[in-house]
């Protein structure tokens, strides 16, 4: 096992967590970094999600619980939440594991091609749909464009991240209506 580098970064070449074998970083935001990862038990691709040192293990239980109780076509399944070695520091980290879902965001989407009002319909339905079954567990603090991808393999538009922080149901209706009527 070596180092090898991702996105100019160095982490620790085929990071194993025993189940889960780390690949490669495939997205950051403000709380939370994304990795590809390879589920050795069930033999699939899958994303994990590793909480930044300011998030405690609470909070990312919350999340997860949250999430994985919504019973939504439109915002993403979680498998599974724990503790694995975090593969930049080694450290134990909390982490969700969620699908890979190939797909554009809908702020790439927005921003290079024009889109007929057919799929802007469509997607506007299913993302308020999306939205709508959040918040009845709560308010969902980080919905934006970047945060929702329009799936490859049907065009369905699916939240990839579901987390409480800040927000209210107003806000988000607020929100999707500024994201997708502007």
Known sequence: VGLISMRGRMVQEN???ERYRIEQEIGEGAYAKTFRAYDERLKRQVAIKFFNNEKSDAYVWAHARA???????HVVEIYDARKLKHPMTALEAPCIIMPIIQGVTLLKLVETQKIDSGLMHRV???FLEGVREMSAVGPHGDV???NVIIRESDGRCIII???AEGGSPTSDVRFAAEVLFD
């Open 15 to 17: 990071s194993s967590n």
């Open 124 to 126: 506007s339905r299913e």
């Open 144 to 146: 934006h464009s970047g």
């Open 161 to 163: 991240d579901a987390s």
């Open 67 to 73: 999430t994985a109780n919504l019973a939504c076509d």
